[in-house]
């Protein structure tokens, strides 16, 4: 009786033995692609891992920065810009009459300082007057420097030129008279009348004009390249200067413009900020209206980003029979400010509008069975740091 139940047992220990060969020849000589799935879905079915078909998580996606920069080019206008060279003789100082003499017992000198406000763009000075008593060779020194020595042959002689590379802000003009040398009995003098300083002055001031312009965050970003286009119109065509024209203090365009003609000038980036920009023209000489100033940016071609999911039958089915919910959850940067978009699933869009961190939506009834895609086109700049869909 007990042999029996041995053998027995021993049977069915080689049944088992060879029934688990059959089943690992039968594996092993399998198509590779059938023997890994086959080899995937038994681990699922052990170990509870995520697989697209029993995973809760159909979509997981970090978008980044979406910008409204829809359109390959833009333009920003500026405000025309007249630079006017305007010149104008002026007074630069009225004199009272004083006396210089030169004698045995009595010598005087006269001083008489004055300013210039602008030395620069002050051309011209001369100094006139008028001579009631002349008497010896007169000499006059600007700033120490002699400018003039001679009898003067009238009244009213010729105005003296003051050289330009002497002067500067503080000056002073000194008037003396030669010696009578022997003659102990005489006296050389000079009595100064109507005596004036004159110059040019040139007003630099409305030379040069100075606009402002805006790149939004999501338009410098997105910018692939910017042009400045303008049209000069010149003032006395013989007498013009050099155009400059600076954005953010680095010169883009400085050369004698070609008069009503269009110029495209490049802008290169790293002249450019995000925020307020600032652009310059200037001349040093002659008048110019620049006008039809605009500002072209040309922008990197729009990417638009897809994001696919997938939902298997029997998850399908649980949404349909309300035993799983499908939960679209969008995380944003900004947790205060407005955030609009246009959120397209299926091809079936709505515009969500929001002012929190998270926004969440059930999104069941746009969703199908197999593949699904979702979109999400913003409205103002948007910082998107996560897209997600959950079955919950």
């Excluded at 159909?58 to 333009?75: A, D, N, W």
């Excluded at 409305?206 to 400045?228: G, H, P, V």
């Excluded at 100033?293 to 897809?306: A, D, G, N, R, S």
């Excluded at 979702?374 to 996560?386: G, Y």
Aim: charged share 30%; with cysteine; aromatic share 8%.
């Amino acid at each position: 009786m007990m042999r029996k139940r041995a053998e027995t047992g021993t049977n069915a220990a080689i049944l088992i033995a060879i029934i688990a060969l059959l089943i690992i020849l039968y594996i092993i000589f399998l198509p590779a692609a059938q023997r890994e799935k086959l080899l995937e879905d038994k681990t699922s079915e052990t170990t509870g891992s995520t697989s697209p078909e029993n995973s809760n998580v159909l979509l997981r996606v970090f978008p980044g920065t979406l910008s409204i920069s829809t359109g390959l080019e833009s333009q920003k206008s500026i405000p025309d810009a007249f630079l006017v060279e305007t010149t104008s003789a002026k007074e630069l100082k009225k004199v009272n009459p004083f006396i210089v003499r030169n004698g045995w017992l009595d010598k005087r000198t006269h001083n008489l300082d004055f300013e210039l406000d602008d030395p620069e763009n002050t051309d011209n000075v001369l100094l006139t007057f008028t001579a009631k008593k002349m008497q010896g060779i007169l000499a006059i020194k600007l700033n120490k420097n002699v400018i003039f020595e001679s009898e003067l042959a009238g009244s009213s002689p010729e105005p003296v030129k003051l050289d330009k590379k002497q002067l500067a802000k503080s000056n002073t003009l000194e008037f003396s008279v030669s010696s009578v040398g022997a003659r102990f009995w005489a006296t050389n003098e000079y009595i100064f009348e109507n005596m004036r300083i004159i110059g040019d002055i040139t007003d630099k001031s409305r030379q040069e004009s100075t606009n402002i312009f805006t790149l939004t965050d999501s338009e410098f970003k997105s910018m692939e390249k910017a042009t400045l286009r303008f049209v000069p119109y010149c003032g006395a065509v013989n007498d013009l200067g050099i155009l400059e024209i600076f954005v953010n203090n680095r010169r883009v365009f400085s050369a004698a413009p070609v008069c009503d003609s269009l110029y495209r000038q490049s802008i290169p980036k790293s002249a450019l900020e995000e925020g307020e920009n600032n652009v310059v023209f200037r001349t040093s000489k002659g008048s110019y209206g620049v006008e039809q100033i605009k500002i072209e940016l040309q922008f990197k071609e729009p990417v638009v980003k897809t994001y696919y999911f997938e939902i298997s039958k029997d998850n399908f089915s649980r949404i349909r029979e309300n035993k799983k919910d499908l939960e679209l959850t969008v995380k944003f940067a900004d947790a205060n400010s407005r955030k609009r978009a246009k959120l397209d699933i299926n091809g079936r869009a709505e515009t969500i509008e929001t002012d929190k961190a998270v926004f969440t939506k059930n999104i069941e009834s746009k969703a199908s069975e197999g593949n699904n895609f979702i979109r999400l086109d913003p409205l103002e700049d948007l910082e998107v740091v996560e897209l997600r869909v959950d079955l919950v």
